[in-house]
């Protein structure tokens, strides 16, 4: 190998990589090379891990088993997007015929999904009140098709905390798998697989990554379950990218300590808020929503608030504000929304790391 043009392609990768590295090691490549073709034979056989990172790579597969493990689940899988990793748990359960029952309180992204996309595989879902669990029973026995039963452990954005055990129970008497969207609790609050569901999905793209630098989803839960989702990212192109995987794994590193501080001021924040406004919050989490009084013109509000950005999402290390009726619940009609009570004075708060006192003084001088 003598021409530079050779070297430079060659020379890097044919180095024998021997380093103990601290961290998992960023594996950035779409395929795996093989030294014969009876190794190559050998992979679909059975005896080799990685072929192209479209299938499985060291970094998304380490992200699904360290979500799982967290989870209290045995096996997950890495996907693109929260998003991703919802439609990936969801094709795992029904096929075209089937039904879903899904609360009506959902992210609205996950509402336009299950509502507008999933119909044209041939799945029909029934939106309802997940408080009233004998609504939800009733539901089930006049519709035996219902095969899926999903809901989110806090709601998105009232932050109605779901009671998964009771939701779970309903397994015992109906052909149903039970789905729980985990994203606002996260793992450091509650772990639904533990409680009896099925299936349990994140948008890795909030909490667990944690620093608004990446996309990404993960579903967590039963292994048979799991074994097809995996084949649903592969064969649908769901799939994560290594740098992804690997972004989110170094946030998850520091997952409890942030939690502990961005639920610490929460809880500050909706004490703060009470009298101001109306305020839903559970006692647990990061996320804040308010209703604003009329009195308050909105579009004044957000530009008052200074250092606290306005962003369409949450849970990164810094506080924001989002606006649910403009965003997350934009693509609902106005009857929608109107029932499930996003009006144009609600505000949904992601609570940083930020000193307290100092995200205290920038709400405050909103109000003024």
Known sequence: MASIETKSVHTATMKERTIQSKVMPLYQTSAFSFSSLEELEGYYEGNGTYLYSRTANPNTDALGQTVADLEKAPKGVSASSGTSAILAGI???????????????????????????????????????????????????????????????????????????????????????????????????????????????????????????????????????????????????????????????????????????????????????????????????????????EAIEVSQFFSSLGWIKIVPTLAGVETTVSYPYGTSHRALSAEEKEKIGVTRQVIRLSAGIEGIEDILEQLGGAFV
Not at 248 to 275: D, H, P, S, V, Y
Request: hydrophobic fraction near 45%.
């Open 91 to 293: 094709l795992s359960v029904v096929k075209a015929g089937d039904h879903i029952l899904a609360a009506q309180d959902v992210y609205g992204g996950t509402f336009h999904l299950l509502k507008e996309e999933l119909i044209l595989m041939g799945v029909q879902v029934h939106f309802a009140d997940f408080s009233n669990i004998s609504k939800i029973e009733q539901l089930l026995i006049d519709t035996p098709e219902i095969k899926l039963v999903f809901s989110e452990s806090i709601t998105n954005p009232f932050l109605r905390m779901e009671d998964i055990e009771v939701l779970c129970q309903l397994k015992r008497h109906y052909d149903v798998r039970v789905m729980i969207d985990n994203t606002f609790a996260t793992p450091y609050t509650m772990t639904p697989y533990s409680l009896g569901a099925d299936l349990v999905a994140h948008s890795a793209t909030k909490y667990l990554g944690g620093h608004s630098d990446v996309t990404a989803g993960v579903l967590v839960g039963d292994a048979h379950l799991i074994d097809i989702a995996e084949k649903r990212v592969v064969n649908l192109g769901l799939n994560l990218s290594p740098f992804e995987a690997w972004l989110t794994i170094r946030g998850i590193k520091t997952l409890a300590l942030r939690m502990k501080t961005q639920t610490e001021n929460a809880q500050a924040i909706a004490a703060f808020l009470e009298g101001k406004a109306r305020v839903w919050y559970p006692g647990v989490g990061a996320i804040v929503s308010f209703e604003l009084p």
